[in-house]
């Protein structure tokens, strides 16, 4: 076989597939080539954007997911160019997500709060937070749901979307706390001695804050008795503590030095006893 | 780590620091059972069985103790602030009784007080462990900054001198000797300096336990603090570190006061 003849059988060969008929098949490959490309590259851009926002395993199914995702969606949109029509498979996939959506509805939202939770992170791990009324330590926080330790050890498994659209109080997150009590003492009782009382009990205290400065101060006149606000700061750490054994030791000290936390009284005057009570008065 | 901390030892068997430094030093356990009373403060180690016995009270408190040893060595010295109730803080801020007015551009030595922790070391088989810390300082702790940004500090309010200070009770109180440096073009009042005290360097000998630190005020409102690793008076021997460098993660040894002066 000549060259003439190799040149002819190649030139016949190659008319068997024409042009146009080519061209989808490299645009619809090139799509696909590049949209792998482009996964490549936004996973590693979020890979260095999250690395210090979400921990590894969780990170790993989100870069699993945008990954596959955005090639799953070339492939999709490469069809018609095959000409492979997708309209029925679009109709099918369309009132089969609408049955999915609304049956995972729920699902979803927690899904999509459990990464929103993830990302502004409000709480961590071992904060001591109070969520829709539940106190308790977070004991993880999951894709779908966040998990506490109540106080008196009970688990309990909080849905993300309810987490993310409650207020959340987070105990822990600040350095200090502050401790508040109301003190009632008797009308008979001297208000400025008790404030040295408290006073000085606070200043030995070691837990309790020298700054910000305790604020002690006569806050109401009530019915029964002179009411007597503290407020001091502790520690996060010690705020607990400090306030169970602080307020024990007020009550006795105060009891030392003879002034007392006075019981409800009500003063009753009866019509036909006036003249005795004016000789009370 | 091995190495330091033998080497620390072999130093402190070779010079036989046997002299009572107050209440600092050396003692041997149990050739003679040890007893010590001080300053309200009782230490004993005796023997009880095959085994060692630690008992110590101070300040309404008591500690007890098993060693598991026949024979062991006691070192008693001041150590950094914060062992006591470390998972509060780590830090120290010292409050002057008067603020302090730096020139602009200058640089100066004032003398602080600082409370003081006592450590008891056990040694033996050429290494040591902390085996008890207590302070007869007063604890008191304050809160630098606002809750959200500041630090939880060990707090201590200091008279300020301008040279050494005597009469001071080494097992409650050291002296600081710290250099302030105004790298500013302006007048600047402190009223307080805060340290990390890991990275404390105390140093003692018969009456005095000491520090030296750096204070270089970067603006009215910042200045970064550091500890000088000497004594301030010749002579004086370094204490055992209870915080050491290879045992934590240590980022800066400087701490950045940027929470006001």
Redesign the interface.
């Known amino acids: 076989m000549n060259l003439d003849e190799i040149l002819g059988t190649l030139s016949k060969t190659i008319g068997i597939i024409e042009t146009d008929r080519i061209f989808p098949y490299l645009f619809a490959l090139g799509m696909i080539i590049f949209s792998i490309v482009l996964a490549k590259g936004l996973s590693m851009l979020l890979k260095r954007y999250l690395r210090d926002k979400f921990d590894k395993d969780r990170l790993g199914i989100l870069l699993k997911g945008s990954y596959y995702g955005i090639i799953i969606l070339a492939v999709i949109l490469a069809l018609p160019i095959l000409g492979i029509n997708t309209s029925g498979l679009l109709v099918a996939g369309g009132v089969t997500g609408i049955v999915i959506g609304f049956a995972s509805q729920s699902i979803v939202g927690n899904l999509i709060s459990g990464l929103f939770i993830m990302a502004e992170r409000p709480i961590k791990i071992g904060s001591q937070v109070e969520i829709d009324k539940i106190k308790g330590f977070v004991e993880d926080i999951g894709i779908m749901s966040t998990i506490l330790r109540s106080y008196d050890g009970l688990y309990i498994r909080i849905p993300n979307e309810k987490v993310f659209t409650n207020n959340i109080t987070n105990i822990s997150v600040n350095i200090a706390r502050r401790i508040e009590y109301t003190i009632g003492i008797r009308y008979s009782d001297d208000a400025n001695k008790a404030i040295k009382i408290i006073s000085d009990l606070i200043e030995d205290h070691p837990f309790v804050l020298k700054k910000p400065t305790p604020d002690i101060y006569v806050d109401a006149l009530g019915e029964s008795s002179v009411n007597i606000i503290v407020k001091a700061w502790a520690p996060v750490t010690q705020w607990y503590a400090t306030k169970k054994e602080l307020l024990w030791k007020i009550k006795t000290n105060l009891e030392k030095e003879d002034i007392h936390v006075p019981f409800p009284q009500r003063v009753v005057w009866f019509a036909n006893e006036k003249s005795d009570n004016n000789d009370l008065n | 780590m091995w190495s330091l901390k033998t080497n620390l030892w072999v130093k402190l068997i070779n010079e036989k620091i046997k002299e009572q430094i107050v209440m600092y030093g050396y003692y041997k356990s149990p050739l003679n059972p040890l007893r010590i009373t001080k300053e309200g403060i009782h230490l004993q180690i005796e023997k009880e069985g095959n085994t060692l016995r630690y008992v110590r009270t101070s300040s309404n408190e008591s500690i007890e103790k098993i060693l598991l040893t026949k024979d062991c060595g006691i070192i008693i010295n001041p150590i950094e602030a914060q062992k006591l109730?470390k998972?509060?803080?780590q830090y120290l801020l010292i409050e002057y009784e008067k603020s302090v007015f730096v020139e602009p551009k200058d640089t100066n030595n004032i003398y602080l007080t600082f409370p003081v922790d006592i450590g008891v070391f056990i040694s033996g088989r050429k290494n040591y462990d902390l085996l008890d810390a207590f302070t007869l300082a007063r604890?008191?702790?304050?809160?630098?900054g606002d809750?959200?940004n500041?630090?939880?500090c060990k707090?201590h309010k200091s008279p300020v001198f301008t040279s050494i200070p005597n009469n001071l009770n080494p097992l409650v109180n050291g002296v600081m000797k710290l250099k302030l440096i105004n790298t500013t073009d302006d007048w600047i009042e402190i009223t307080k300096s805060v340290f990390d005290s890991h990275e404390m360097k105390v140093y003692f000998n018969e009456n005095l336990v000491s520090m030296r630190a750096h204070m270089k005020i970067l603006n009215e409102k910042i200045a970064e603090t550091e500890f000088v690793n000497s004594g301030i008076k010749r002579g004086m021997k370094k204490a055992l570190e209870v915080f050491e460098p290879a045992k934590i993660t240590v980022s800066q040894k400087k701490f950045t006061m940027e929470e006001g002066l």
């Open positions: 109730h998972q509060v803080s604890q008191k702790y304050t809160l630098y809750p959200r500041g630090v939880i707090y």
